[in-house]
Protein backbone atom coordinates (compact mmCIF):
# COMPACT_ATOMS: atom_id res chain seq x y z
CA UNK A 1 0.00 0.00 0.00
CA UNK A 2 0.95 3.53 -0.63
CA UNK A 3 -0.02 5.68 2.46
CA UNK A 4 1.62 8.45 4.25
CA UNK A 5 0.42 10.21 7.37
CA UNK A 6 0.79 13.00 9.53
CA UNK A 7 -0.68 15.75 11.80
CA UNK A 8 -1.25 18.84 9.94
CA UNK A 9 -0.37 21.36 12.40
CA UNK A 10 2.44 22.13 14.94
CA UNK A 11 2.85 25.45 17.16
CA UNK A 12 5.66 26.09 19.33
CA UNK A 13 8.10 28.45 21.44
CA UNK A 14 10.68 29.80 19.65
CA UNK A 15 14.02 27.73 21.38
CA UNK A 16 12.14 25.02 22.29
CA UNK A 17 11.93 21.49 20.69
CA UNK A 18 9.55 20.69 17.92
CA UNK A 19 9.09 17.33 17.11
CA UNK A 20 6.99 15.82 13.76
CA UNK A 21 5.67 12.63 13.54
CA UNK A 22 4.84 10.63 10.59
CA UNK A 23 3.43 7.06 9.58
CA UNK A 24 4.01 5.06 7.02
CA UNK A 25 2.67 1.49 5.48
CA UNK A 26 5.18 0.44 2.59
CA UNK A 27 7.76 -1.71 4.91
CA UNK A 28 10.21 -2.17 1.63
CA UNK A 29 10.57 1.41 1.48
CA UNK A 30 14.78 1.57 1.45
CA UNK A 31 14.64 5.30 2.45
CA UNK A 32 12.80 7.88 4.04
CA UNK A 33 12.60 11.66 3.67
CA UNK A 34 12.41 15.02 5.50
CA UNK A 35 11.21 17.76 3.38
CA UNK A 36 10.76 21.61 4.01
CA UNK A 37 8.68 23.91 1.84
CA UNK A 38 8.78 27.36 2.84
CA UNK A 39 5.94 29.75 1.67
CA UNK A 40 5.93 30.21 -1.91
CA UNK A 41 8.92 28.11 -2.61
CA UNK A 42 10.30 24.47 -3.65
CA UNK A 43 10.94 21.29 -1.56
CA UNK A 44 14.41 21.52 -0.07
CA UNK A 45 15.50 18.12 0.74
CA UNK A 46 16.14 18.69 4.94
CA UNK A 47 17.74 14.84 5.45
CA UNK A 48 17.24 11.19 4.73
CA UNK A 49 17.39 8.23 7.14
CA UNK A 50 18.85 4.83 5.32
CA UNK A 51 15.95 1.63 6.56
CA UNK A 52 18.48 -0.52 8.58
CA UNK A 53 18.97 2.95 10.74
CA UNK A 54 17.21 4.03 13.92
CA UNK A 55 18.13 7.58 14.21
CA UNK A 56 20.13 10.00 12.25
CA UNK A 57 21.61 13.51 13.62
CA UNK A 58 22.66 15.99 11.65
CA UNK A 59 22.90 19.28 13.63
CA UNK A 60 19.71 20.68 15.21
CA UNK A 61 17.91 17.63 13.30
CA UNK A 62 17.18 14.41 14.69
CA UNK A 63 15.60 11.50 12.91
CA UNK A 64 14.05 8.77 14.57
CA UNK A 65 12.76 5.30 12.93
CA UNK A 66 11.01 2.81 14.17
CA UNK A 67 10.80 -0.06 12.01
CA UNK A 68 8.16 -1.79 13.67
CA UNK A 69 5.92 0.54 14.10
CA UNK A 70 6.43 2.26 10.72
CA UNK A 71 6.75 5.64 12.69
CA UNK A 72 9.29 8.12 11.49
CA UNK A 73 9.73 11.33 13.35
CA UNK A 74 11.94 14.69 12.93
CA UNK A 75 13.16 16.75 16.04
CA UNK A 76 14.17 19.61 15.59
CA UNK A 77 16.08 21.35 18.55
CA UNK A 78 16.27 25.34 19.63
CA UNK A 79 13.34 25.89 17.03
CA UNK A 80 14.09 29.28 15.26
CA UNK A 81 11.59 31.85 13.41
CA UNK A 82 13.05 31.06 10.25
CA UNK A 83 12.10 27.30 10.67
CA UNK A 84 8.53 28.24 10.04
CA UNK A 85 7.35 26.00 7.21
CA UNK A 86 5.64 22.94 6.08
CA UNK A 87 7.97 19.97 6.55
CA UNK A 88 7.01 16.54 4.58
CA UNK A 89 7.30 12.87 5.51
CA UNK A 90 8.36 10.85 2.02
CA UNK A 91 8.79 7.28 1.47
CA UNK A 92 10.03 5.91 -1.69
CA UNK A 93 7.87 2.91 -3.03
CA UNK A 94 8.90 0.78 -6.00
CA UNK A 95 5.48 -1.45 -7.04
CA UNK A 96 7.26 -2.66 -10.19
CA UNK A 97 9.35 -0.96 -11.39
CA UNK A 98 12.71 -0.11 -10.20
CA UNK A 99 11.94 3.84 -10.34
CA UNK A 100 11.19 4.43 -6.89
CA UNK A 101 8.59 7.41 -6.77
CA UNK A 102 8.02 9.31 -3.41
CA UNK A 103 4.93 8.82 -1.19
CA UNK A 104 4.62 11.97 0.42
CA UNK A 105 2.48 12.89 3.56
CA UNK A 106 -0.41 15.77 3.92
CA UNK A 107 2.52 17.83 5.30
CA UNK A 108 2.84 19.26 8.87
CA UNK A 109 2.75 23.28 9.09
CA UNK A 110 4.86 24.34 11.51
CA UNK A 111 4.37 27.76 13.42
CA UNK A 112 7.68 29.19 15.60
CA UNK A 113 6.08 31.89 17.94
CA UNK A 114 8.50 34.25 18.92
CA UNK B 1 24.29 27.08 -11.01
CA UNK B 2 20.87 25.84 -10.46
CA UNK B 3 20.80 22.29 -9.81
CA UNK B 4 17.02 21.59 -10.63
CA UNK B 5 15.44 24.33 -12.87
CA UNK B 6 11.71 25.09 -14.53
CA UNK B 7 10.21 27.95 -16.52
CA UNK B 8 8.22 29.58 -16.26
CA UNK B 9 7.75 30.25 -12.10
CA UNK B 10 4.38 31.50 -12.75
CA UNK B 11 1.82 30.63 -15.93
CA UNK B 12 -1.69 32.61 -15.97
CA UNK B 13 -3.79 31.12 -19.04
CA UNK B 14 -7.34 30.72 -20.25
CA UNK B 15 -9.23 27.61 -20.02
CA UNK B 16 -8.68 25.43 -23.28
CA UNK B 17 -5.44 26.97 -24.32
CA UNK B 18 -2.17 24.68 -24.72
CA UNK B 19 0.93 25.43 -22.30
CA UNK B 20 4.43 23.66 -21.87
CA UNK B 21 6.37 23.97 -18.75
CA UNK B 22 10.17 23.74 -19.43
CA UNK B 23 12.39 21.39 -16.70
CA UNK B 24 16.29 21.08 -16.78
CA UNK B 25 18.76 19.68 -14.47
CA UNK B 26 22.72 19.55 -14.80
CA UNK B 27 23.20 17.11 -11.75
CA UNK B 28 24.24 14.12 -14.57
CA UNK B 29 20.78 12.15 -12.56
CA UNK B 30 19.08 9.56 -15.37
CA UNK B 31 15.34 10.02 -13.69
CA UNK B 32 13.38 13.05 -13.62
CA UNK B 33 9.92 13.41 -12.63
CA UNK B 34 6.81 15.42 -12.66
CA UNK B 35 5.07 15.96 -9.19
CA UNK B 36 1.90 18.19 -8.72
CA UNK B 37 1.01 20.26 -5.49
CA UNK B 38 -2.42 20.99 -5.03
CA UNK B 39 -3.98 24.25 -3.37
CA UNK B 40 -4.27 21.62 0.15
CA UNK B 41 -0.67 21.17 -0.58
CA UNK B 42 -1.01 17.58 -1.58
CA UNK B 43 2.15 16.56 -3.35
CA UNK B 44 1.35 13.21 -6.01
CA UNK B 45 3.29 12.02 -8.29
CA UNK B 46 2.58 12.19 -11.94
CA UNK B 47 4.99 10.99 -14.49
CA UNK B 48 8.57 9.33 -14.30
CA UNK B 49 11.19 8.83 -16.96
CA UNK B 50 14.64 7.14 -16.59
CA UNK B 51 17.03 7.94 -19.43
CA UNK B 52 14.15 9.42 -21.79
CA UNK B 53 12.06 6.60 -21.55
CA UNK B 54 8.79 6.71 -19.63
CA UNK B 55 8.64 4.47 -16.63
CA UNK B 56 5.85 5.95 -14.45
CA UNK B 57 2.42 7.25 -15.45
CA UNK B 58 0.26 7.87 -12.91
CA UNK B 59 -3.13 7.68 -14.43
CA UNK B 60 -2.99 11.38 -15.44
CA UNK B 61 -5.49 12.34 -18.01
CA UNK B 62 -3.92 11.90 -21.22
CA UNK B 63 -4.10 15.59 -22.06
CA UNK B 64 -1.15 15.80 -19.97
CA UNK B 65 1.63 14.53 -22.13
CA UNK B 66 5.81 14.42 -20.62
CA UNK B 67 8.66 15.07 -23.18
CA UNK B 68 12.34 14.24 -22.74
CA UNK B 69 14.41 15.41 -24.95
CA UNK B 70 17.60 14.42 -23.35
CA UNK B 71 18.70 13.48 -20.59
CA UNK B 72 18.76 16.66 -18.90
CA UNK B 73 15.16 17.95 -19.79
CA UNK B 74 12.05 16.97 -18.88
CA UNK B 75 9.52 19.01 -20.16
CA UNK B 76 5.33 18.92 -19.34
CA UNK B 77 2.78 19.88 -21.95
CA UNK B 78 -0.85 20.59 -21.42
CA UNK B 79 -3.40 20.46 -23.88
CA UNK B 80 -6.89 22.32 -23.25
CA UNK B 81 -6.40 23.19 -19.88
CA UNK B 82 -9.16 23.26 -17.17
CA UNK B 83 -9.83 25.01 -13.97
CA UNK B 84 -8.96 21.67 -11.98
CA UNK B 85 -5.48 21.69 -13.72
CA UNK B 86 -4.48 24.60 -11.23
CA UNK B 87 -1.83 23.76 -8.78
CA UNK B 88 2.04 24.03 -8.74
CA UNK B 89 3.94 21.78 -10.82
CA UNK B 90 7.14 20.42 -9.20
CA UNK B 91 10.14 18.88 -11.54
CA UNK B 92 12.48 16.19 -9.50
CA UNK B 93 15.23 14.17 -10.59
CA UNK B 94 16.96 11.49 -8.76
CA UNK B 95 20.59 9.97 -8.94
CA UNK B 96 23.00 8.11 -7.06
CA UNK B 97 22.57 4.72 -4.43
CA UNK B 98 20.10 6.80 -2.35
CA UNK B 99 18.03 7.54 -5.12
CA UNK B 100 17.44 11.21 -3.59
CA UNK B 101 15.02 12.74 -5.35
CA UNK B 102 15.94 16.81 -5.59
CA UNK B 103 12.98 19.74 -6.70
CA UNK B 104 13.11 22.43 -9.07
CA UNK B 105 11.89 25.82 -7.69
CA UNK B 106 7.79 24.45 -9.13
CA UNK B 107 5.69 26.50 -11.80
CA UNK B 108 2.34 27.69 -10.63
CA UNK B 109 -0.35 27.53 -13.01
CA UNK B 110 -3.41 29.12 -12.61
CA UNK B 111 -6.26 28.53 -15.16
CA UNK B 112 -8.85 31.17 -15.51
Known amino acids: GEDVEQSLFLSVREGDSSVINCTYT??????LYWYKQEPGAGLQLLTY?????DMKQDQRLTVLLNKKDKHLSLRIADTQTGDSAIYFC??????????????FGQGTTLQVKP | DTAVSQTPKYLVTQMGNDKSIKCEQN?????MYWYKQDSKKFLKIMFS???????INETVPNRFSPKSPDKAHLNLHINSLELGDSAVYFC???????????FGPGTRLTVL
Open chain 1, 90 to 103: AETFHGSSNTGKLI
Open chain 2, 27 to 31: LGHDT
Open chain 2, 49 to 55: YNNKELI
Open chain 1, 49 to 53: IFSNM
Open chain 2, 92 to 102: ATAGGLEDTQY
Open chain 1, 26 to 31: DSSSTY
